[in-house]
């Protein structure tokens, strides 16, 4: 439940959202036009695996699970 801003073109509010189940994490674009890449991969879901690059718009982050 925690919230990550982000800024780049096109780039709205809740423009991806994480959940977690007892698979694991998936990342899925909540917009119509929501695009976001994973490894460098353009994706619209994606299961998120340790160490996965997310890109948003101008921003960089890391998956990282707790071991």
Request: aromatic share 8%; charged share 30%.
């Amino acid at each position: 439940d925690d919230d990550i801003f982000v800024s780049g073109f096109m780039i709205g509010d809740e423009h991806v959202i994480i959940e977690r189940d007892a698979q694991g994490a998936t990342i899925k674009a909540n917009k119509l036009m929501g695009k976001f890449k994973v490894n460098g991969q353009k994706a619209k879901s994606h299961t998120l695996a340790h160490k996965d690059r997310i890109e948003i718009g101008n921003s960089t982050f890391r998956y990282m699970e707790n071991e």
